[in-house]
């Protein structure tokens, strides 16, 4: 019995020391299906302009080409919203004018 207990000690020490404590500049990212503008729900698969209609204009844009075996297949763009202080900063990622990913990464500003 107490090397049972000494093991579950351990494995949970573990899993404490491996959970991120700080969610802010670290880098920490996490993927969510779905994201609450107001009223709207910005969903995975959704076009460009209903996200924009929902959503508003992003804090900041990028795109750029994604390249397949013929060359060029199509275009990514990476829109963010930073929320404020009081929520998180958000990353969506289009991929030829789909919602294809949303990241909630650090508090906003």
Not at 75 to 104: A, C, H, S
Request: hydrophobic fraction near 40%.
């Amino acid at each position: 019995m107490g090397f049972m207990k000494a093991f579950l000690f351990l494995t949970a020490a573990l899993l404490i020391v491996s959970v991120p404590l700080d969610t802010g500049a670290s880098g920490f990212s996490e993927k969510v299906g779905s994201l609450r503008c107001g009223v709207h729900l910005a969903q995975l698969g959704e076009p460009q302009l209903k996200v924009l209609d929902q959503c508003g204009q992003p804090s900041a844009k990028e795109s750029y080409p994604y390249y397949g075996n013929s060359g060029i297949d199509g275009t990514v763009e990476k829109w963010t919203y930073n929320r404020g202080p009081d929520d998180f900063i958000y990353d969506f990622t289009f991929m030829d004018g789909r919602l294809v990913e949303i990241k909630q990464l650090g508090r906003g500003f």
